[in-house]
């Protein structure tokens, strides 16, 4: 149960466009460096129609010039979840914001895209050690034992969990500590959906070492 007027950052995306082409994707992959890849491919609406992969990525390549990657197919339960939740009542009292977790630690870590995969122990480390800067190191290591105790490994992996834990503690700022992509304007999709994506307002070392 959300508290009234919760904020909550999802890695889940909010809003898609018609021709499968979102502003603040682009922009995202331009901050992210090396780590651009991280941001996939987000489907165009027509995906979330009740259909085989095989009809949504010939549907797609047919309307908007590319197909649908397996990655993103496999995604889109949680976006019509997503999607139809948004859409209801149920979500009034709520701010339900898209985010990206790479994107929330390269800001946390004063614009620095994370050096290692995240798969990695060097990547899970590194981001840990970033998180740690905004979240007390124990209170994210009692979460992640919490987690690792009720979730299955083979449902959640500990650099997943680690990635919810950002989005977390991007959602506990206040609207001034955070900021959205594309910069300087917002896009909407067909259904009233904003296309955007938040993240912190960046961090530099010497800011976390005053505060």
Known sequence: M?????????????GLSSDGFRACDR????LLGKRSSSVFPVPPRLALAPLTYEEINLASKAQCGKGVSK??????????????LLRSSCSDDSDWLETHPELCFSSFNGAMPMRDNKKTDAGFRERKSVLASHVPAR?????????????????CA???????????AVARLDAAGR??????????DEVGLPMRICYPITTYPSEMSSA
């Open 2 to 14: 959300l508290a009234p007027r919760a904020t909550v950052c999802i890695d889940i995306p909010i």
């Open 139 to 155: 209170t994210i290591d009692r979460l992640l034992r919490d987690l690792m105790a009720i979730v299955p490994r083979a449902q």
């Open 179 to 188: 900021d959205c992509l594309p910069l300087g304007g917002q896009e909407f």
């Open 27 to 30: 922009a995202a992959r331009q």
């Open 158 to 168: 500990r650099d997943d969990m680690l990635d919810a834990l950002v989005c977390g």
């Open 71 to 84: 990655q993103a197919f496999y995604l889109l339960p949680k976006i019509r979840e997503a999607e139809a």
